[in-house]
């Protein structure tokens, strides 16, 4: 059986890095803010809200909720944006995607502060990740890919990584983020030819693409590293992930399970993002605003 990458074992070290911070910048008079901007009710979108004010609350960042009409007009939204960028609570600010069709999601992600983007959805924040320099944040489910590889010790260095799936968020600064690592990678999408051979070839398998277990014994081998992002909810409410678990668990060496693997990091890592913007914002001075 494959060894089982809890995401839990690195969320608990990571939050307690936050702990630490929480308690310095505490004694400073600071106490970190999270703004969690949400468009419309989508029930993904509260079930991450939720998650990530329970992660909040834990930890004893303060998380400020902004929900706002399915219709909300892209001037509303970019005002709100403008005023959290000024709020000296606010030292991060986390806008769920995807946004209602009819706002320009790209001019609205640029109007963050890349100092309070702790989901790594600004240029700047895009840039530091591509370019392999520690500008901005990078986003926070790639990281959590990377900082579950780190904590169990798989390393990356001259080994063949393989990603299936190109988006912004995960696929694309994932891959990036190998390749700092010094892997080989081949980053794959829905047009990808032999995907199953690609995919075979890795030692280590990333996947995000968000269709429940498509990647199945047919893709995978002895040795391989594998980890799932993808959270695809059924009819009944059941969760799993991009790849076979049953059937990979009993040929890869080590696998992230789906629930339990990559989300409890993502959120770990959003509220490290959180007290990291508060410490650089509001490092070694005390804040006037408290
Ligand atoms: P997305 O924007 O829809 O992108 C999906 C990617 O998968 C696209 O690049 C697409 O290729 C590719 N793809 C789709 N079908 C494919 C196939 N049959 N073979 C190969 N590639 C295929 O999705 P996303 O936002 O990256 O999310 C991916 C998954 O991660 C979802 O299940 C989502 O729920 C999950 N997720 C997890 C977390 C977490 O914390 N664990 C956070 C966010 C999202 P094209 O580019 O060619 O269309």
């Known amino acids: ?3 089982l990458l809890k995401g839990k074992e ?3 070290v990571l939050s307690a890095y936050v702990s630490r911070d929480v308690f310095e910048l505490g004694k400073k008079g600071v106490v970190p803010g999270l703004a969690v901007v949400r468009v419309g009710e989508s029930p993904d979108d509260l079930a991450y809200e939720r998650s990530i004010v329970k992660k909040c609350e834990l930890l004893k ?3 400020y909720l902004y929900p706002l009409p399915n219709d909300v007009k892209e001037e509303r939204l970019l005002t709100l944006i403008e005023n959290l960028n000024l709020n000296g609570a606010i ?5 769920l995607r995807p946004l209602p069709s009819h706002l320009n999601e790209a001019v609205i992600c640029e109007s963050l502060s890349p100092l309070k983007d702790v989901d790594g959805i600004t240029s700047l924040s895009m840039a530091g990740v591509y370019a392999g320099r520690r500008i901005g944040f990078p986003p926070c489910t790639a990281r959590a890919c990377i900082e579950i590889l780190r904590h169990y010790g ?3 260095a001259g080994k063949n990584a393989v990603v299936v799936g190109r988006s912004l968020v995960i696929g694309r600064p994932l891959a ?4 700092d690592g010094d892997a080989t990678v081949t980053l794959c999408h829905s047009k990808t030819a032999c995907l199953q051979e690609i995919v075979k070839q890795a030692d280590i398998v990333a996947v995000a ?13 002895e040795g391989q590293t594998v980890i799932d992002v993808g959270i695809n909810v059924d009819d009944d409410g059941k969760i799993s992930g991009d790849v076979d678990f049953d059937a990979a668990g009993d040929i890869v060496a080590a696998i992230t399970p789906s629930p339990g693997g990559v989300g409890a990091v993502t959120t770990a890592l959003i509220a490290r993002h959180v007290t990291d913007a508060a410490l650089e914002i509001d490092g070694g001075r005390h804040a006037a605003w408290i």
């Open 1 to 3: 059986m494959a060894l």
């Open 10 to 12: 690195v969320s608990d």
């Open 61 to 63: 960042i303060k998380a």
């Open 91 to 95: 030292h991060g600010i986390l806008m």
């Open 154 to 156: 798989i390393r990356t």
């Open 176 to 179: 990036m983020m190998l390749m």
């Open 209 to 221: 693409l968000g269709k429940k277990g498509i990647i199945g014994k047919e893709c995978l081998r």
